[in-house]
């Protein structure tokens, strides 16, 4: 059996005090990919980004192609053969194609840069992917899907050896996935290892040699993955047995459900500028909808039109008990609706805040006596919540960047919630939340639509809208092309739709 | 207006810059007399290399993502340094100014890439710093040039038809060009002002990088500062205030991104002389008579041209931003 | 101590002293405590009423721009126009009440409107700054460089560049009056320093204004009316560069469109980053601004009586700034 390409073993990395690795360790063999695992928080990041000499170890030793190896730097490791390709394309925007392949590597004729030369290489490079576009453009103008080909064709340029690829397939649609899939196969034939990090274990079957899954700072398990199920992965990251989670079949969601005719929510013909088309969707009171589609379909954008976070150019939005069109987001909040973003980092929390503040700043101009912020009134209500939704933080002052994903996300769903709306948006609510707190924000919104709460959630885990919703509408690019309720909900008819789209049906069931 | 791709709204601008100072050119052609004349063009071009200069330094550390408020101050701590090394000869005294705009930008590189401080910040406080070290060299007083040793020359003098100060900016813009095109350290430039964390996570030497466009912006100035002592036959301690609010205003109008990562060194060119021609034409124009504008009112000229410029930049950025 | 309005941290787990926290946070209080001490033990004269009184008069100004600096710079923008509104304002109010402009029936009537007119006028200056940024989406140091460049130039014009003297002892109350012994200026400075402490504290407008400098996009979609607040905030920078140029005129009998807040700019962002608040917007302390325009002023006042020459003053003041944004650094990490 021939050494293995990469060999870390024994890391252990501390930040303040607080570790965040003990003893862990990862091999790669050659020519081989690689899938590492675990939850948010386990350590994989810090592990890779000690290999790729973002940070230094504290203990442990890393043999490299034989022998052993300490990079101070990025650049360092690149030079030795180890390119990394981020979840948030690390590419430089402006820029073009060709410099974001080639800088670094520059060809050159009398000691200038040799741009012909250069801008060959690159349309050489993406053409063995199958990728065609003008190498001279900045790269920002083309799809994630495309950039990711240029974050993978730059390492191949570089001679990588090793090729880090962290959650490469998060923006993806399924035919791009097919195609990076493709790529890493090309790779692996030409000897090029892949460490794969993904949450998404199907995809580790299709593509990966071993897997390597760590929990707590911890390797606790590396094997084939041929001998390891599903469900061993789930609790092997968890460390416990996972308990079946509640099951709603859909027949049941759908019925009584009160009025049926009351929608809450009433959009009609929706358009806005490129992504929103034509979408028309409904919400009743006590129900939760879910707007399933693939990246692109326009979720987001239509969601931020309800919410008044754009504008839209044509077509009706009417929320039940309210006139005239929503035009910012306080408008949306008076009328009683309240929107969860999907980038809580971006558009989410205020970091530098605290929880407590956090909470209450949608609810601050109704916590106010001319001007001034009642605290004792805030104090009361964020004690209520934290309790309510089990936030997990060392007291309402605390600095809301230092909680974990999960509890972030409750304080900004308690953001709405104490709010008491009629309508809550939740785009993506359980993105990058680890297993437990996930089924708990899930099960929460449950008791909130039995008690009246409309809900409208999109979301890209088809489990999970399946679950959760008694309707699902789909989208796809920028319209409503399924209206599905009761039996019809399922995976086939969601990716049917998707994939096809069945616009004559959701005409006949909106209008029926 | 319609919506328009980012390419083609830097192209707009930056047309957009050569087609105002084409139409301020022909306005002044048409309207004044001797306003193309060899006098007026070589003395706008002759006061004007100085900010050339400036606005290029400028330029460069924008493009970065980074300012520089400390160029007005050592171009004034150049000027005193070179006026006073004047009476030893030309090579002393440019040497000796360029070296003193040198040091103040290795003091904002270093403030800047190891102590970890804003840009901003750090160059306000070199500014005071340089201001502070040009009146103490000075004491206190302009300091008067040498006429024997030749130095004036550099910046009253004349090569083959042209001011040697618009030489010495026509130089380096060429070459500032070419360095940003076609170098591997002017593609890293643009690179760091786009996305500093992916061009570090590239290998590429982001920190060597920002560092050298602050000591470049620092020379340039202190080059800036020769020249002025040589064009006026006096170092002065308390000029250069203001210029790199001037500098700021022409890299913008040339179309240069303040956030970094995109410019060119041409449209920058441009916004220095059409910023520079405005008290140009404000002069012909008080001299036709007709109406008698002090010269306070180019403040307002400018600055009203600054929004003009400013507002049309970002309506067409806004516009683009919507409809990606 | 330094109020900064935002959340206490949670108690340090270790339990060495962390000095470099401690200093971050009291530092100012810290520095400025030395320099005094320093002053009482070296410099003669020091424990005077006058001296007080000097310090005091040639920091009000200050301050009092650098309050409203510190709110534009907690909604995450920045104000250079702060020193030609000064200017603005200090060359109207002599236009007014010496009556160049409409001339005025009465003494009183004149000082009255010499004191409104140009206040206002300088926040309504605030207000198209406002504007411009969020109307226009023009970035604030952009925004705020045009009436940098442009409104000297209007004070320029409007006196044609030259001196207005002037003895008006009503209208000179403002700068040269005292009320109970205490400078009238320096009074009105802790009236608006207490009074912008507390609204950042309590009010809902001060939170806001920490909310759209923390995370601009969350405080829009959570409600927060981020164009309003922003004007609002622009406005009352004017305003304020509008009473401290009054105080400058009034201090020196004249005004000169010239000089007037020349460089004031500056000096308010340095004592709003000595004392301890974030440039980059989120977290603000107003007294920190106080304290960090008195730890400038007071090394100033050190050098000179000390005599060491201005010039030199001008270099330690840099180092200053940066050391003091240095230790800002070090608490954020």
């Given at each position: 059996m021939s050494t293995p390409l990469l060999s870390m073993r024994g890391i252990d990395k501390r930040f303040a005090g607080v570790p965040a690795l003990l003893a862990a360790s990862l091999e790669v063999g050659?020519?081989?990919?690689?899938?590492?695992?675990?939850?948010?928080?386990?350590?994989?990041?810090?592990?890779?980004?000690?290999?790729?000499?973002?940070?230094?170890?504290?203990?442990?030793?890393?043999?490299?192609?034989?022998?052993?190896?300490?990079?101070?730097?990025p650049a360092a490791a690149q030079a030795a053969g180890i390119s990394t390709i981020y979840q948030e394309i690390n590419l430089v925007p402006y820029r073009s194609v060709t410099e974001?392949?080639?800088?670094?590597?520059?060809?050159?004729?009398?000691?200038?840069?040799?741009?012909?030369?250069?801008?060959?290489?690159?349309?050489?490079?993406?053409?063995?992917?199958?990728?065609?576009?003008?190498?001279?453009?900045?790269?920002?103008?083309?799809?994630?899907?495309?950039?990711?080909?240029?974050?993978?064709?730059?390492?191949?340029?570089?001679?990588?050896?090793?090729?880090?690829m962290d959650e490469p397939t998060s923006s993806l649609d399924e035919q791009e996935v097919g195609v990076l899939f493709d790529v890493i196969r090309q790779l692996k034939a030409a000897g090029v290892s892949v460490i794969f990090v993904s949450h998404k274990l199907d995809e580790l079957y299709v593509v990966c040699d071993a897997v390597t899954i760590?929990?707590?700072?911890?390797?606790?398990?590396?094997?084939?993955?041929?001998?390891?199920?599903?469900?061993?992965?789930?609790?092997?990251?968890?460390?416990?047995?996972?308990?079946?989670?509640?099951?709603?079949?859909?027949?049941?969601?759908?019925?009584?459900?009160?009025?049926?005719?009351?929608?809450?929510?009433?959009?009609?013909?929706?358009?806005?500028?490129?992504?929103?088309?034509?979408?028309?969707?409904?919400?009743?009171?006590?129900e939760i909808v879910g707007l399933a589609g693939l990246l692109g379909s326009g979720r987001t954008e239509t969601a931020r039109v309800i919410f008044g976070a754009d504008q839209g150019e044509s077509g009706t939005v009417a929320l039940s008990g309210s006139s005239g069109t929503i035009k910012e987001p306080a408008e949306a909040i008076r009328s009683g609706m309240g929107f969860l973003s999907e980038d809580r980092k971006l558009?989410?929390?205020?970091?530098?805040?605290?929880?407590?503040?956090?909470?209450?700043?949608?609810?601050?101009?109704?916590?106010?006596?001319?001007?001034?912020?009642?605290?004792?009134?805030?104090?009361?209500?964020?004690?209520?919540?934290?309790?309510?939704?089990?936030?997990k933080c060392a007291g309402p002052e605390q600095r809301i960047r230092e909680l974990s994903g999960g509890n972030q996300q409750k304080v900004l769903l308690a953001r709405w919630l104490c709010m008491n709306p009629r309508l809550l948006i939740l785009d993506e609510p359980t993105r990058g939340i680890d297993v437990g707190a996930k089924a708990e924000i899930l099960n929460l919104v449950r008791e909130l639509a039995d008690q009246g709460l409309g809900v409208l959630m999109i979301?890209?885990?088809?489990?999970?809208?399946?679950?959760?919703?008694s309707r699902i509408f789909v989208l796809r690019d920028g319209r409503t092309v399924a209206d599905l309720q009761g039996d019809a909900i399922g995976e086939p008819a969601i990716m049917a739709a998707m994939a096809h789209g069945h616009r004559e049906r959701a005409e006949e069931a909106m209008n029926g | 207006m319609r919506a328009l791709a980012p390419q083609a709204v830097r192209s707009l601008s930056r047309h957009g810059v050569l087609l105002a100072l084409v139409a301020l050119v022909a306005f002044g052609f048409v309207r004044y007399e001797n306003f193309?004349?060899?006098?007026?063009?070589?003395?706008?071009?002759?006061?004007?290399?100085?900010?050339?200069?400036?606005?290029?330094?400028?330029?460069?550390?924008?493009?970065?993502?980074?300012?520089?408020?400390?160029?007005?101050?050592?171009?004034?701590?150049?000027?005193?340094?070179?006026?006073?090394?004047?009476?030893?000869?030309?090579?002393?005294?440019?040497?000796?100014?360029?070296?003193?705009?040198?040091?103040?930008?290795?003091?904002?590189?270093?403030?800047?890439?190891?102590?970890?401080?804003?840009?901003?910040?750090?160059?306000?406080?070199?500014?005071?710093?340089?201001?502070?070290?040009?009146l103490l060299l000075a004491g206190n007083q302009s300091v008067s040039v040498s006429y024997e040793s030749g130095f004036t020359e550099l910046g009253q003098g004349d090569l083959l038809g042209f001011p040697v100060p618009a030489w010495i900016a026509a130089l380096?813009?060429?070459?500032?060009?070419?360095?940003?095109?076609?170098?591997?350290?002017?593609?890293?430039?643009?690179?760091?002002?786009?996305?500093?964390?992916?061009?570090?996570?590239?290998?590429?030497?982001?920190?060597?990088?920002?560092?050298?466009?602050?000591?470049?912006?620092?020379?340039?100035?202190?080059?800036?500062?020769?020249?002025?002592?040589?064009?006026?036959?006096?170092?002065?301690?308390?000029?250069?205030?203001?210029?790199?609010?001037?500098?700021?205003?022409?890299?913008?109008?040339?179309?240069?991104?303040?956030?970094?990562?995109?410019?060119?060194?041409?449209?920058t060119l441009a916004g220095v002389l059409l910023l520079g021609l405005i008290f140009n034409i404000l002069n012909f124009e008080n001299g036709l008579g007709w109406i008698s504008l002090s010269a306070y009112w180019q403040s307002v000229i400018r600055g009203a041209f600054l929004l003009l410029v400013v507002a049309i930049q970002a309506r067409l950025t806004a516009r683009t931003e919507a409809a990606s | 101590m330094a109020e900064i309005a935002a959340p206490a941290r949670p108690a340090s787990r270790s339990l060495r002293f962390d000095w470099k926290r401690f200093l971050s946070r009291y530092g100012a209080l810290v520095a400025l405590v030395l320099l005094i001490l320093f002053n009482l033990a070296v410099t003669p004269n020091f424990a005077t009423w006058q001296t007080l009184n000097v310090n005091l008069t040639q920091v009000c100004a200050i301050v009092i721009v650098?309050?409203?600096?510190?709110?534009?710079?907690?909604?995450?923008?920045?104000?250079l126009s702060v020193g030609s509104l000064m200017a603005i304002a200090g060359a109207l109010a002599p236009l007014i009440f010496m009556g160049r402009i409409v001339s005025m029936p009465h003494l009183y009537a004149g000082v009255a409107l010499a004191f409104v007119i140009p206040v206002l006028v300088a926040g309504a200056f605030g207000w198209f700054n406002g504007w411009l940024i969020t109307r226009l989406r023009i970035q604030p140091i952009i925004a705020t460089l045009v009436l940098f460049i442009a409104g000297r130039g209007i004070a320029q014009v409007m006196t044609n560049g030259n001196l207005q003297v002037f003895k008006v002892e009503e209208f000179q109350y403002i700068g040269l009056g005292r009320l109970f012994a205490v400078p009238f200026q320096a009074v009105l400075m802790g009236v608006i320093v207490i009074g912008a402490a507390w609204t950042l504290r309590r009010t809902v407008f001060g939170r806001q204004i920490l909310a759209i400098g923390g995370n601009e996009r969350a405080a829009r979609l959570s409600g927060v009316p981020v164009v309003s607040v922003k004007r609002r905030v622009y406005a009352i920078s004017g305003l304020l560069s509008g009473i401290a140029g009054l105080i400058v005129i009034a201090r020196n009998s004249a005004s000169d469109a010239n000089l007037v807040g020349l460089g004031m700019e500056l000096d308010a962002i340095a004592a709003v980053a000595v004392g301890g608040t974030l440039l980059t917007g989120g977290r603000a302390t107003i007294v920190g601004t106080l304290l960090g325009a008195l730890i400038i002023q007071l090394v100033r006042y050190t050098l000179l009586a000390n005599g060491v020459p201005d010039a030199a003053a001008l270099v330690v003041k840099a180092a200053i700034i940066v050391l003091a944004v240095w230790l800002q650094r070090q608490n954020l990490s």
């Open positions: 050659r020519g081989e990919v690689h899938a590492l695992i675990g939850q948010n928080g386990a350590g994989k990041s810090t592990l890779i980004k000690i290999l790729t000499g973002y940070y230094t170890r504290d203990a442990g030793e890393i043999l490299f192609d034989g022998a052993p190896v300490s990079f101070a730097t974001n392949i080639c800088l670094g590597r520059e060809s050159r004729r009398f000691g200038l840069l040799d741009w012909r030369a250069m801008h060959r290489e690159a349309e050489t490079l993406l053409a063995r992917f199958n990728v065609h576009v003008d190498v001279r453009r900045p790269v920002m103008t083309y799809s994630t899907a495309v950039q990711q080909m240029v974050a993978i064709a730059r390492a191949i340029g570089f001679k990588a050896k090793l090729v880090i760590m929990r707590d700072g911890r390797t606790v398990r590396v094997a084939p993955m041929s001998e390891v199920s599903k469900l061993d992965l789930v609790t092997t990251m968890l460390g416990r047995r996972l308990e079946a989670t509640e099951h709603r079949t859909a027949a049941a969601a759908a019925s009584g459900r009160g009025d049926q005719d009351g929608a809450l929510l009433r959009v009609r013909d929706l358009a806005a500028g490129r992504k929103v088309r034509e979408v028309s969707l409904d919400v009743r009171p006590g558009e989410g929390i205020v970091p530098a805040m605290s929880v407590r503040e956090n909470l209450t700043l949608a609810l601050m101009p109704h916590l106010a006596r001319r001007g001034i912020v009642d605290e004792a009134r805030s104090r009361e209500i964020v004690d209520r919540f934290i309790q309510r939704l089990g936030i979301s890209s885990e088809l489990e999970e809208v399946i679950e959760a919703a | 193309l004349g060899s006098y007026n063009v070589l003395s706008v071009l002759r006061y004007n290399a100085m900010f050339a200069l400036v606005a290029l330094g400028m330029a460069y550390v924008i493009m970065t993502g980074g300012i520089d408020l400390s160029v007005g101050s050592t171009a004034a701590l150049g000027s005193v340094v070179s006026a006073l090394l004047s009476p030893y000869g030309v090579l002393p005294g440019l040497l000796g100014g360029v070296a003193a705009g040198l040091a103040v930008g290795l003091v904002n590189a270093l403030v800047i890439t190891r102590l970890n401080i804003l840009p901003f910040i750090a160059t306000l406080a070199t500014m005071l710093a340089a201001s502070g070290c040009a380096a813009y060429v070459a500032g060009s070419l360095a940003l095109n076609l170098t591997a350290w002017g593609r890293t430039v643009l690179a760091v002002g786009g996305n500093e964390d992916a061009t570090r996570m590239m290998g590429l030497p982001a920190e060597r990088v920002k560092a050298s466009t602050y000591l470049l912006s620092g020379g340039l100035s202190g080059l800036a500062g020769v020249i002025l002592a040589a064009q006026f036959g006096a170092g002065q301690p308390i000029e250069g205030v203001g210029w790199e609010l001037f500098a700021i205003a022409s890299v913008v109008v040339g179309g240069t991104l303040l956030t970094g990562g995109v410019g060119s060194v041409g449209s | 650098g309050v409203g600096m510190t709110l534009v710079i907690a909604t995450g923008g920045i104000d």
